[in-house]
């Protein structure tokens, strides 16, 4: 039997809380959407599952990271309990600034309950620390919801649809 959930995934800027931007490329790289980031820079990050379901491990290219359970004290409302949202913090420190024509993948491996993995890619591209000319150029990303699936016996998570906001 099928398990349905869905993700929605929040990027900020740690310092100030600016927003993050997106634009199409259509067929030009991997991916349709990228993100603009800039290099050196702390990012906040939200992941929220509804249902309520359980991220034992967050890994960012790689390197594992810390995540934080938002709220969930035991008084926790009925729509805080059939949600759950994690967070966590990443710096673009030691990423160079992307070339013209180029993108970069910014690869999440969450490890969810009975050790279900979930793999999210982002294409990017990178722009000079402080750069805020191209790096707000495009559309205000507030959210990825991503609708996802797992299936009986499968260790994996498979999204049947993603949309950025």
């Not at 620390?129 to 498979?158: D, I």
Request: charged letters at 25%; hydrophobic letters at 30%.
């Amino acid at each position: 039997m099928a398990t349905e959930f869905k993700l929605t995934f929040r990027m900020k800027e740690h310092e100030g809380g600016g927003h993050v931007c997106y634009k199409q490329d259509g067929q030009r790289f991997d991916q349709c959407h990228t993100v603009k980031l800039n290099a050196a820079t702390e990012y906040d990050l939200s992941f929220t599952l509804k249902p309520a379901i359980y991220i034992d491990k967050l890994m960012i290219n790689g390197e594992l990271h810390k995540l934080e359970i938002k709220g969930g004290g035991s008084n926790e409302g009925a729509e805080e309990a059939e949600s759950k949202t994690y967070t966590a913090q990443y710096s673009t420190t030691g990423f160079d600034v992307s070339k013209s024509g180029k993108r970069q993948e910014l690869l999440f491996v969450l490890e969810l309950q009975n050790g279900v993995y979930m793999k999210i890619s982002f294409q990017c591209k990178l722009y000079k620390t402080g750069e805020k000319n191209h790096s707000l150029w495009g559309q205000k990303l507030t959210a990825v919801e991503m609708e996802c699936r797992t299936e009986t016996g499968h260790n994996y998570v498979t999204v049947l649809k993603e949309k950025y906001l």
